[in-house]
């Protein structure tokens, strides 16, 4: 291993394949508590008892994980962006002839 790759490999690699591997994890959960808490205001829509405030409080609930999950994913694609830089780097990097 050429001392470029093995700074590109730790300095840009690791840490965009991080990036990517943790936002992926938070990006799973909050998408299900996505899909939970529209779940929820869809139930108290249905409900004829529902108060307005109770109703409003649910939907911003679901809007929050909603500004979450559109986090979690451009976090992802960012940190795939920066991976995929560092690859790129060690593919056109030229050995030297000695």
């Known amino acids: 291993m050429n001392t470029r790759q093995g700074i590109l490999i730790i300095t840009v690699i690791t840490p965009g394949l991080i990036v990517l591997a943790i936002s992926l994890y938070y990006f799973g959960t909050d998408y299900a508590a996505l899909i939970k808490a529209e779940s929820y205001v869809s139930q108290l829509v249905e409900t004829p008892n529902t108060n307005e405030r109770?109703?409003?409080?649910?939907?911003?609930?679901?809007?929050?994980?909603?500004?979450?999950?559109?986090?979690?994913?451009?976090?992802?694609?960012?940190?795939?962006?920066?991976?995929?830089?560092?690859?790129?780097?060690?593919?056109?990097?030229?050995?030297?002839?000695i």
């Open 54 to 97: 109770k109703l409003e409080f649910a939907y911003h609930r679901a809007l929050a994980h909603r500004i979450n999950v559109f986090a979690d994913g451009t976090w992802g694609l960012l940190g795939g962006a920066i991976a995929a830089l560092g690859i790129h780097g060690i593919v056109t990097i030229k050995e030297k002839e």
